[in-house]
C-alpha cells in the first residue's frame, strides 16, 4: 500500500510541474468555465424572474441540482474522461506496451497519471464556492432518506459513465 502511496505522490507531484509549465491554459480554461457558469445563472435568474417554478422545480433546486451537475463533470472530466483519453493515445503511440511492464496496478497507474490536480482545484472551486453561497440550503429539505437515494444514483450515474467509456475505448484493443 506504501508503493501505490508514493507512486501516487509522485505522479501528482511530475503532474502538479507539468501543470505549472503551461499556466496560461489552466487560467483560459478557469476564465472558461467561470464565464459558462456564470452566463448560465444570468439564464436561470431571466427564467426565474417570469415564472414561480418549473415542473414543480424552484429556483434554489435548480441550483442545486446545477451545483450537484457541475461537481460531477468536473470529476467525470478531471479524471474518467482523460483516462480514456490517455488510454487512447498510449496505444496508438505504442506507450500502453511501457505501461503494462511496470509493476504496479496498471488502471491505478493510468488513473493517478491522468489527474490534473491542480486545474482540477482552480477551474472547479471558484464555480462550485459561487454556487454553495447562492443555494439557501434550509428551504432544501433534504432528508437523510433523500441524500441516500441521491448518493446511489450519483454513484450509478458514475459507473455507467465509466462502463461507456471503457465500452467506448474497447475497439483499441480488438
Known amino acids: ?25 489552466m487560467l483560459a480554461e478557469t476564465a472558461s468555465t467561470v464565464v459558462y457558469v456564470l452566463t448560465y445563472l444570468a439564464f436561470i435568474n431571466l427564467l ?16 442545486f441540482m446545477m451545483l450537484i451537475g457541475q461537481f460531477t463533470y468536473y470529476l467525470y ?3 474518467l474522461l482523460s483516462t480514456m483519453y490517455k488510454i487512447i493515445s498510449s496505444v496508438r503511440s505504442g506507450e500502453f506496451d511501457f505501461i503494462l ?27 462550485l464556492i ?19 437515494a441521491g448518493l446511489i444514483c450519483w454513484t450509478c450515474a458514475v459507473l455507467i459513465i465509466n462502463t461507456v467509456n471503457f465500452v467506448l475505448t474497447y475497439p483499441l484493443f480488438t
Open 1 to 25: 500500500m506504501s508503493r501505490y502511496i508514493s507512486v501516487f505522490l509522485a505522479v501528482v507531484r511530475d503532474r502538479f510541474r507539468n501543470e505549472k509549465a503551461y499556466m496560461g491554459n
Open 48 to 63: 426565474f424572474a417570469k415564472i414561480g417554478s418549473l415542473a414543480g422545480y424552484s429556483r434554489n433546486d435548480i441550483l
Open 77 to 79: 472530466a478531471s479524471v
Open 101 to 127: 511492464l511496470r509493476p504496479i496496478n496498471k488502471l491505478f497507474y493510468l488513473y493517478s497519471y491522468s489527474i490534473r490536480p491542480f486545474t482540477m482545484i482552480m477551474i472547479s472551486l471558484p464555480n
Open 130 to 148: 459561487l454556487l454553495s453561497f447562492l443555494i439557501d440550503w434550509p428551504a432544501l429539505n433534504l432528508s437523510l432518506w433523500s441524500v441516500v
